[in-house]
């Protein structure tokens, strides 16, 4: 178990390497299984959910190793296509490997995911488009049995832009007999990249970052070389960090037209941008402006990012309101919040924060994975030390959030279990 403690508000200045994507690669790491030779990922970053995804593959028959941010995958050997439970209960987007498995072995069989508790996140539309692609799938209690001979390629219409359920469809249908068109796909850049790491193992797919996709399918795809690019996620959260740090900070190693909504909302907050094509310069002077935020699919405001925007409104100069419409768990972060201090109201499914002036160190539990960024950004614009425990949610996503924090001159650090016993 670890803690992060942020000693107070200090003025942030620096400039920050932006981690790889962990949106983005762990999808591209269930693609590799469509080949039996190796690939490599680049500017992987050393996050929990990456070491979950490989200990999957390797229970699969996989190998799989990660150094220096290369991560090499061989699926020559892979024997299984059952997903193991210890693993796919600790991580949602393991859910996509099914498509992976049935694409290539004709069968695959999981439980029902788990990861963050941000509110129900059903599987369905995953299944109807495995379905749609001549899958017979049996559901018995949680667990979930895909069978099809070889994939044929056909119409997949989904509701909602789902990523995940566009995702698995994607990968089901690399390897299907024909082509296939996907209406409603998500438009999230980390689909387009997808598209291109695909495309990259010797696929046939274009649309990709459009809501029409068409994938040709082939008999065999290749190995291959590909860089994972930044995480926008990773980026968004430093940049509302920052912004409480009433600082001036680059970031680099991202994209600035993935953030394009997020600056724009920024913008309206108070925050002075400089961009330029793979890096974002925030800088800003006083408490943010109050804002109206509404969470929506790509190009949307990112449902990622509502819990750490909430955090820096926490000290707005004024009353802002959020709602969130993709995942109504996310409003869990308010609570723990208040315990900063904070003034966060949730009702009708809207959050109305009334900003502080200040807010104060305490003492604050992670609930999952974008509240405890949350509380980091909260912390950074407190007097006094704050603590924020069940921090393992925070290393599903962000390789080190100290160490990134300390390059802008944040009093933040890692405080381990071992050590704090220690020393009582």
């Known amino acids: 178990m670890s803690e992060i403690h942020i000693g107070g508000f200090r003025r942030l200045q620096g400039r920050i390497p932006v981690q790889g994507s962990k949106n983005g690669v762990l999808p591209m790491m269930a693609a590799s299984i469509l080949s039996d030779e190796t690939t490599v990922i680049t500017n992987v970053p050393a996050i929990q959910d990456v070491f979950c995804m490989m200990g999957i593959l390797k229970f699969m028959g996989c190998s799989c190793t990660l150094k220096d941010g290369e991560l090499t995958l061989c699926p020559a050997g892979l024997d299984r296509t059952d997903l193991p439970e210890e693993y796919v209960r600790q991580m949602r987007s393991s859910i996509v490997l099914l498509g992976a498995v049935l694409g290539r072995c004709g069968r695959g069989s999981t439980c029902y995911p788990g990861g963050c508790s941000i509110?129900?996140?059903?599987?369905?539309?995953?299944?109807?488009a495995l379905r749609?692609?001549?899958?017979e799938i049996r559901e018995d209690g949680c667990c979930v049995q895909a069978r099809a001979g070889r994939l044929a390629g056909g119409t997949i219409r989904l509701p909602y832009p789902s990523v995940g359920a566009t995702e698995n469809a994607l990968l089901a249908a690399a390897l299907a007999d024909g082509d296939t068109v996907i209406l409603g796909a998500a438009r999230e850049p980390e689909i387009e990249e997808l598209c291109r790491f695909i495309n990259a193992m010797g696929g046939e797919v274009s649309?990709?970052?459009?809501?029409?996709?068409?994938?040709?399918?082939?008999?065999?795809?290749?190995?291959?070389?590909?860089?994972?690019?930044?995480?926008?996620i990773v980026a968004g959260t430093y940049l509302m960090a920052a912004m409480a740090g009433r600082g001036e900070v680059e970031l680099a190693g991202v994209r600035p037209e993935h953030l394009k909504e997020v600056i724009r909302t920024l913008e309206r907050a108070g925050a002075v941008f400089d961009i330029s094509e793979t890096a974002v310069t925030v800088s800003m002077a006083g408490r943010p402006l109050p804002l109206q935020v509404e969470t929506g699919p790509y190009p949307g405001f990112p449902t990622d990012l509502q819990s750490p925007v909430m955090g820096l409104l926490c000290c707005a100069s004024g009353v802002s309101r959020i709602r969130e419409t993709v995942f109504e768990g996310r409003y869990e972060t308010a609570a723990e919040l208040e315990k900063l201090g904070a003034s966060v109201t949730v009702r009708e499914g809207e959050a109305l924060v009334r900003g502080r002036p200040v807010l104060r160190g305490g003492r604050a539990g992670a609930r999952d994975l974008r509240g405890g960024a949350a509380?980091?950004?909260?912390?950074?614009?407190?007097?006094?030390?704050?603590?924020?425990?069940?921090?393992?949610?925070?290393?599903?996503?962000?390789?080190?959030?100290?160490?990134?924090?300390?390059?802008?001159?944040?009093?933040?650090?890692?405080?381990?279990?071992e050590a704090k016993e220690k020393e009582n």
């Open 207 to 232: 649309g990709g970052g459009t809501g029409r996709i068409r994938i040709r399918g082939k008999k065999k795809l290749h190995g291959c070389r590909f860089q994972a690019p930044g995480d926008r």
């Open 119 to 128: 509110g129900k996140r059903p599987i369905d539309f995953h299944l109807q």
């Open 375 to 417: 509380l980091v950004v909260a912390g950074l614009a407190a007097e006094g030390e704050t603590e924020i425990y069940d921090c393992f949610h925070i290393e599903r996503g962000y390789e080190d959030i100290c160490r990134d924090l300390r390059l802008a001159g944040a009093d933040i650090r890692w405080q381990r279990q």
């Open 132 to 135: 749609s692609l001549g899958a």
